[in-house]
């Protein structure tokens, strides 16, 4: 049973806990890529999003597991050769660019629940994280899936609780049938910034050990990662839509509900999900600089993944408080999206499908060979 689950639902479960921090944990890029376009349009987009994005993480897994390229640094010289470092530089942007989104929710939140400044939060969510990093994958593998399963089962009572109130809003909001502007497009906008999240995945990957894990897997990771989105478009269709406007959105949803004990512990699972993206992220980056010390013959020091986490936690957090989160979002994550379709999305539809069929379905080669 355990093997089952590292193979089939850990990854897609590790893939959804780092994107929900910076893809939906605030509701902000709910309503930026898919509240904009009305309830039905954003559902729709939702749809292509889920499709999107088992078809890429299907293809990436099996990439990964024919080449053993389980950080990113090995994976994208299997995938783009000299060109790699390309991806690196966007990569980098993306997770000071997702890090100060979350430093900048968390400061709102924090201030919001106990009249303290913006930066206290901040300053926790970079303690957390550092932390986490500096404890390592075994410990980071376990509580990224426990924390996911935990989200999984507040975000459905939270769902079920606003449209306990507001379901006629809720209901009156769908039936309007409003699908407007290209939500096909943002759909996939959408899908290609947060497989910044596939750098953070890879290291669970080793347990596939077939061409089968690899496929169904990344298919179900699609699924995985997306159901806690809908919830979440759904509960704001309640407020739709004024709520567009607000900077975090979740918050107005749940200053509408009475009970002060689930406003508590939706904010510390909420919490908990910015800790979780943010460590993905770190991880992932601190990973590539322990396969590059290795290659070297040295090994990366534990003082050194805590210094890496901190300082680039640090300087988002700097970003957050001189930007803004809507700025933040609908500035950068858009104009990101495309350099991520250009060299993840692309690449993997051409070379990697290239490179997988002419590998057997259980050939597993070094990422030195496949590149």
Same mark, same amino acid.
Not at 65 to 89: C, D, H, Q
Not at 353 to 363: E, G, L, Q
């Given at each position: 049973?355990?093997?089952?689950?590292?193979?089939?639902?850990?990854?897609?479960?590790?893939?959804?806990?780092?994107?929900?921090?910076?893809?939906?944990?605030?509701?902000? @890029?709910? =309503? @930026?890529?898919?509240?904009?376009?009305?309830?039905?349009?954003?559902?729709?987009?939702?749809?292509?999003?889920?499709?999107?994005?088992?078809?890429?993480?299907?293809?990436?897994? %099996?990439? =990964?597991?024919?080449?053993?390229?389980?950080?990113?640094?090995?994976?994208?010289?299997?995938?783009?050769?000299?060109?790699?470092?390309?991806? @690196?530089?966007?990569?980098?942007?993306?997770?000071?660019?997702?890090?100060?989104? !979350?430093?900048?929710?968390?400061? %709102?939140?924090?201030?919001?629940?106990?009249?303290?400044?913006?930066?206290?939060?901040?300053? &926790?969510?970079?303690?957390?994280?550092?932390?986490?990093?500096?404890?390592?994958?075994?410990?980071? %593998?376990?509580?990224?899936?426990?924390?996911?399963?935990?989200?999984?089962?507040?975000?459905?009572?939270?769902?079920?609780? #606003?449209?306990?109130?507001?379901?006629?809003?809720?209901?009156?909001?769908?039936?309007?049938?409003?699908?407007?502007?290209?939500?096909?497009?943002?759909? #996939?906008?959408? +899908?290609?910034?947060?497989?910044?999240?596939?750098? =953070?995945? &890879?290291?669970? !990957?080793?347990?596939?050990?077939?061409?089968?894990?690899?496929?169904?897997?990344?298919?179900?990771?699609?699924? #995985?990662?997306?159901?806690?989105?809908?919830? #979440?478009?759904?509960?704001?269709?309640?407020?739709?839509?004024?709520?567009?406007?607000?900077?975090?959105?979740? *918050?107005? *949803?749940?200053?509408?509900?009475? +009970?002060?004990?689930?406003?508590?512990?939706?904010?510390?699972?909420?919490?908990?999900?910015?800790? %979780?993206?943010?460590?993905?992220?770190?991880?992932?980056?601190?990973?590539?600089?322990?396969?590059?010390?290795?290659?070297?013959?040295?090994?990366?020091?534990?003082?050194?993944?805590? +210094?890496?986490?901190?300082?680039?936690?640090?300087?988002?957090?700097?970003?957050?408080?001189?930007?803004?989160?809507?700025? &933040?979002? +609908?500035?950068?994550?858009?104009?990101?999206?495309?350099?991520?379709?250009?060299?993840?999305?692309?690449?993997? *539809?051409?070379?990697?499908?290239?490179?997988?069929?002419?590998?057997?379905?259980?050939?597993? @080669?070094?990422?030195?060979?496949?590149?």
């Amino acid at each position: 049973m355990a093997d089952v689950f590292r193979r089939f639902l850990l990854p897609g479960l590790v893939f959804q806990s780092v994107i929900i921090g910076g893809g939906y944990g605030t509701g902000r @890029e709910i =309503a @930026e890529f898919f509240l904009a376009h009305g309830a039905l349009g954003g559902l729709l987009g939702m749809a292509v999003t889920a499709l999107s994005w088992g078809l890429v993480l299907a293809i990436a897994f %099996e990439f =990964a597991r024919i080449t053993k390229s389980y950080n990113y640094r090995a994976f994208f010289m299997a995938l783009l050769g000299p060109f790699w470092r390309v991806f @690196e530089l966007v990569y980098l942007l993306i997770i000071l660019l997702v890090l100060s989104v !979350l430093g900048s929710a968390a400061g %709102e939140m924090i201030a919001s629940a106990f009249g303290v400044p913006d930066v206290v939060g901040a300053v &926790l969510l970079l303690a957390a994280i550092g932390l986490l990093a500096y404890l390592g994958s075994k410990t980071i %593998e376990r509580v990224l899936a426990g924390w996911s399963v935990l989200l999984y089962a507040v975000y459905a009572i939270f769902f079920l609780w #606003v449209a306990t109130g507001s379901g006629d809003a809720i209901m009156a909001a769908l039936s309007s049938g409003q699908a407007t502007g290209n939500w096909a497009l943002d759909g #996939v906008r959408y +899908a290609a910034y947060n497989l910044i999240a596939l750098g =953070a995945v &890879l290291f669970v !990957l080793p347990y596939l050990k077939t061409r089968k894990d690899a496929l169904v897997s990344g298919f179900l990771a699609g699924t #995985v990662g997306i159901v806690p989105g809908v919830l #979440v478009i759904l509960a704001m269709l309640a407020q739709y839509p004024a709520i567009q406007n607000d900077a975090v959105p979740v *918050l107005s *949803l749940l200053n509408g509900l009475t +009970a002060f004990w689930f406003i508590v512990l939706f904010q510390i699972v909420l919490f908990g999900t910015f800790i %979780e993206t943010g460590v993905g992220l770190i991880h992932a980056v601190n990973e590539r600089v322990a396969d590059a010390c290795k290659d070297m013959g040295r090994a990366f020091p534990g003082w050194g993944r805590l +210094a890496l986490g901190a300082g680039l936690t640090g300087l988002a957090v700097f970003l957050a408080s001189a930007i803004g989160i809507i700025d &933040l979002i +609908a500035k950068g994550y858009g104009a990101l999206s495309y350099a991520f379709i250009a060299i993840v999305v692309a690449p993997l *539809l051409t070379i990697g499908i290239y490179k997988i069929s002419k590998s057997s379905p259980d050939r597993m @080669e070094t990422a030195n060979d496949a590149g």
